[in-house]
């Protein structure tokens, strides 16, 4: 260990990690060996824009080994160095690191866009829009692609409706992404992050939580299990009243503030938590985030009314009001489960089965399989089937 460098350390932990997760992926393991006789993407580059991490990493090596050349980049503060250190060893160019800004971020989509990748893999839709906005990469041709997001998918439909000319697959649109990863695999790992985090007690605690979506429905129902008492804040009337019968309390955010402790955020919408509502949360209250943008808690404006910030430790802020009260702000209002010391995200198991809706995607993309048409879509039917056939038989083995 003396003798080792910092970069061989990086590299045999980054390497550790991508072995035992690739283990517990075995969707992928099955694509791996499948796309390894059948090439679909021999010829072509994937340039890819997600969560640089240990179980990304096997979805990447799915692609080469179907004969793919892989480009990617991590999305902000997402990234790992040692997956990175390990993955740009094996061939797989990965750009950026854990501590990059905004800029360097989007420089390092930028680097992606320049190596004229033939599909796109894309969370939060930053590839796809800086191709089709940015002068440089006007005319530059690509046959498709996936977005993994909500947030990504409603990007694409409402900010750039007319100019997205290839198809791109909304993985989280997918039936079984949404109970899979978004209800079960996002409730588990925000509650283990909660817990990681903050290291205190769930039992009792007064849990707000913003949207019950796919990710808010898990979310309320892992906290409730663990004894947290939840309410929910939901504009859609219809699943409002599905939080209701679910046995939630339900109200308007202004009437909610003051019965919380703990308000987290899933709503994949801007300002959600904003300037006027923090004085009336309690002392000691923890807010958290778990939308995929940092805009839907309203950091800035939080930052700006506080007397004092302090960082007692890596991901939590306690922010002093001028009414006395302090509020605790986790991992800076970005995606709460990806942060803090040794953030795991969500399950190996859910993502081995959305990496594979991905994988299967992309195979359909490469082989213009199913008449797709340009924009946004949910994946084929035929692809949710085959992933549900495939998971369900690793899971009853
Ligand atoms: N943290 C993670 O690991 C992770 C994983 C998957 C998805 N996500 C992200 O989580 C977010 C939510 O995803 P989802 O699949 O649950 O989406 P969803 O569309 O199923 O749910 C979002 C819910 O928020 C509600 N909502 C919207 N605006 C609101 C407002 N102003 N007040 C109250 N409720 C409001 C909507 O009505 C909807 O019910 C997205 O940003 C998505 O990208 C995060």
């Known amino acids: 260990m003396n003798n080792q460098s910092v970069d061989e350390v990086l590299l045999k932990r980054g390497w550790g990690k991508i072995k035992w997760t690739g283990s517990n992926m075995r969707m992928l393991q099955g694509l791996s060996e499948e796309f390894s006789a059948d090439k679909p993407f021999a010829g072509l580059t994937v340039g890819v824009?997600?969560?640089i991490e240990q179980k990304t990493a096997s979805l990447f090596k799915v692609l080469a080994a179907g004969g793919a050349e892989v480009v990617a980049t991590g999305n902000l503060g997402t990234t790992n160095d040692d997956i990175a250190a390990a993955l740009n060893e094996s061939g797989i160019k990965v750009y950026g690191k854990r501590d990059d800004t905004r800029q360097e971020q989007i420089e390092n989509v930028r680097k992606v866009l320049r190596h004229k990748p033939d599909l796109l893999l894309d969370n939060g839709a930053d590839l796809v829009a800086l191709l089709v906005e940015a002068?440089?990469?006007?005319?530059?041709?690509?046959?498709?692609?996936?977005?993994?997001?909500?947030?990504?998918?409603?990007?694409?439909?409402?900010?750039?409706?007319?100019?997205v000319s290839f198809p791109v697959i909304v993985i989280n649109d997918s039936p079984l992404k949404s109970f899979v990863e978004n209800k079960h695999a996002v409730g588990q790992s925000v509650l283990e992050s909660f817990l990681r985090i903050t290291n205190l007690m769930v039992q009792g605690k007064r849990v707000v939580v913003f949207g019950y979506g796919w990710c808010g429905k898990g979310i309320a129902?892992?906290?409730?299990?663990?004894?947290?008492?939840?309410?929910?804040?939901?504009?859609?009337?219809?699943?409002?009243l599905e939080a209701a019968v679910d046995g939630f309390r339900v109200a308007e955010t202004e009437a909610i503030l003051p019965w919380g402790n703990v308000y987290i955020t899933a709503t994949g919408r801007q300002g959600i938590i904003r300037g006027e509502h923090f004085a009336h949360m309690p002392n000691d209250s923890v807010l958290a985030n778990a939308g995929h943008f940092d805009y839907e808690i309203d950091v800035p404006a939080l930052v700006e009314q506080s007397v004092s910030v302090e960082e007692p430790e890596e991901a939590i802020e306690r922010c002093t009001l001028p009414n006395g009260?302090?509020?605790t702000l986790l991992s800076h209002g970005r995606m709460f489960n990806l942060g803090g010391r040794e953030p795991k995200g969500n399950s190996a198991e859910s993502m081995d089965m959305g990496f594979s809706l991905i994988a299967l995607s992309l195979e359909c993309i490469a082989k213009s399989r199913y008449n797709l048409v340009p924009g946004a879509q949910p994946v084929p039917h035929e692809i949710n089937l085959e992933a549900s056939r495939r998971m369900l038989e690793i899971m009853m083995a």
């Open 135 to 163: 002068d440089e990469f006007s005319g530059q041709k690509v046959i498709g692609g996936t977005e993994e997001t909500t947030s990504g998918g409603n990007r694409i439909r409402e900010e750039m409706p007319d100019k």
């Open 325 to 327: 009260r302090c509020l």
């Open 221 to 240: 129902k892992y906290f409730k299990s663990f004894g947290a008492q939840v309410a929910v804040v939901e504009k859609d009337p219809i699943r409002a």
């Open 49 to 51: 824009c997600l969560h």
